[in-house]
């Protein structure tokens, strides 16, 4: 068993910063990708970001310049740096893992961003 728990998200103001994380715990693999995606009502669950094993980071281009993930991996948790908010970005944030391997994927509840123009 694999448990994603975020945490971090809130209501911030235009212009505003915000840190999520993710932490994993149980039993866990190694997992190839850890990333967060978002949500708003209605609407699909987007990219945000990932980093590998590896360290090599993507970012979707509405966040990238603005939003920053980082990993500890000997803990099993990532992060993300959200700066120069915007309205736009309110959502349900989720952090997502992959394990290739054994072609599985994760997925926390989500913590909720919030930004105020």
């Known amino acids: 068993q694999v448990q994603v728990v975020e945490s971090g998200g809130g209501l911030a103001q235009a212009g505003g910063s915000l840190r999520l994380s993710c932490a994993a715990s149980g039993s866990l693999p190694r997992f190839d990708y850890m990333g967060w995606y978002r949500q708003t009502p209605g609407a699909e669950r987007d990219f945000v970001a990932r980093?590998?094993?590896?360290?090599?980071?993507r970012y979707a281009d509405s966040v990238n310049g603005r939003f920053t993930i980082s990993r500890d991996f000997s803990n099993h948790t990532a992060f993300l740096e959200m700066n120069n908010l915007q309205p736009e970005d309110t959502a349900i944030y989720f952090c997502?893992?992959?394990?290739?391997?054994?072609?599985?994927?994760?997925w926390g509840q989500g913590t909720q961003v919030t930004v105020s123009s």
């Open positions: 997502q893992l992959n394990d290739n391997f054994h072609r599985k994927v994760y």
């Open positions: 980093m590998s094993s590896g360290g090599a980071t």
